[in-house]
């Protein structure tokens, strides 16, 4: 990539130029909503429903998005373009703006947009091989009923302890129960187990966000005549699954070989779950939005 362009507030601006205000509330409180995209070959893999997550969450919090979801559409795939970048991570960043020191949002008067796209590679290619070796934290999700997980909030220092836990384990992701100790989801990911050839998933109340990632798994699992469903679960259900996989925009489908030092099946990935990790990467090329033709513009 030759110089990286970064989208704000209706401008494309050098990465160096890309700074906002320290009165911004985003900053200041965390005041925003966000959202974590992928482009595959060109392909922005499920746009709509990135930006249908996005628009809902800032309903949610009373935050008012200066651009049509259209326009938001055009910008994305414009930040692509600009950076010549066919398969990237696209994070795009919408925070209440700049008012004063008190938290009141009627203080801030228009919200910020970000928009950045580069390369990634969250984890080494072997793991997708190995499976990863995680652990359960004592950091418990919020509660659905205080903070509601649909809402994709700048909020994310429950899932940044569960990082610091999981990091002091030594391990590349952790597991994390809701305040009554079910299965909820990882700090960026959610967690799938197989069992019997059926598949469980915690539902959002329960304490996840509901990824697209997850949403596209549970559909190719359904196409495949695997039953899903979405239910509330233990960690004795998780050691003795027949397999265990996590699910997100970055780490895609990565299957979990331990967890809490409990072998998950063999210890290798299972077959369900390599199946659905070669039809996501099948659909991620084809189903989104297109960057490279089509005429697009940003107002
Ligand atoms: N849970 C949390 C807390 C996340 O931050 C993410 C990443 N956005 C996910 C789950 C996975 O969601 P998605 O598939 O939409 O990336």
């Known amino acids: 990539m030759s110089e990286q362009l970064i989208f704000l507030d209706g401008r494309f601006v050098k990465k160096e130029d890309a700074v906002i205000s320290v009165y911004d509330h985003g900053f200041l409180y965390g005041d925003g909503v966000f959202e974590g995209i992928r482009s595959y070959s060109g392909n922005v893999f499920r746009l709509d429903e990135h930006l249908s997550r996005l628009y809902d969450s800032a309903k949610s919090i009373m935050l008012t998005i200066p651009y049509t979801k259209e326009e938001m559409t055009n910008i994305v795939v414009e930040t692509l373009r600009q950076n010549d970048l066919r398969d990237g991570y696209i994070r795009l960043v919408v925070s209440r703006g700049a008012g ?5 949002p009627r203080n801030c008067a228009k919200a910020s947009v970000v928009v950045i796209a580069e ?7 072997e793991l997708y091989e190995t499976g990863l070796e995680i652990v359960t934290v004592a950091t418990r999700r919020n509660r659905s009923d205080v903070l509601s997980p649909m809402v994709k909030s700048l909020n994310y220092l429950n ?5 610091i836990e999981a990091n002091l ?22 967690i799938f187990i197989v069992k019997d050839n059926k598949l469980y998933t915690p539902p ?3 304490g996840a966000l509901v990824g697209i990632t997850r ?3 549970i559909d190719l699992a359904r196409v495949k005549g695997y039953e899903v469903s979405e239910s509330v679960f233990t960690r004795h259900d998780v050691y003795t699954a027949d397999e265990v996989f996590l699910t997100g925009t970055a780490a895609e489908v990565i299957a979990v070989s331990k967890v809490d030092g409990r072998v998950i099946g063999d210890g290798n990935p299972g077959p369900i779950t390599k199946e659905l990790l070669v039809d996501f990467r099948e659909l991620t090329v084809t189903d989104g939005v297109k960057v490279f033709d089509q005429t697009l513009h940003v107002s």
């Open 100 to 104: 004063n020191l008190g938290l009141d």
């Open 119 to 125: 390369p990634l590679s969250i984890y080494p290619k």
């Open 159 to 163: 899932n940044i302890l569960v990082k």
């Open 169 to 190: 384990a030594g391990a590349p992701e952790a597991l994390m129960l809701n305040d009554q100790g079910y299965v909820a989801e990882g700090s960026a990911d959610n």
């Open 204 to 206: 959002g109340h329960v």
């Open 215 to 217: 949403n596209a798994i």
